[in-house]
């Protein structure tokens, strides 16, 4: 493989995680959004939908934080032809 079909695999398995990103937000915006429906149709009791904010939204804001910093979990050509070396 050459390194531009390295560079483009690459730069498209990044375009394919930040597009399934944005769909994951859309979903977590709209069933969220119709859980707070939900609570305020059924009285405005204590607000149960912060379990599935909090808990999806942190799960969200890690995988996040993961595609905007890529390079903290690649690694370099060294790291790889020592572990071969080494196996």
Do not use: C
Request: aromatic content about 14%.
């Amino acid at each position: 493989m050459t390194i531009d079909e390295e560079s483009r695999r690459h730069a498209i398995s990044r375009l394919s995680r930040k597009r399934s990103y944005r769909h994951q937000v859309i979903n977590y915006l709209w069933v969220n959004g119709l859980l707070i429906v939900v609570w305020a149709f059924s009285g405005f009791g204590f607000f149960w939908p912060i379990y599935p904010l909090i808990g999806w939204g942190g799960a969200l804001l890690i995988q996040g934080w993961k595609i905007t910093h890529p390079h903290r979990h690649s690694f370099s050509e060294e790291e790889i032809k020592r572990e071969i070396e080494q196996s």
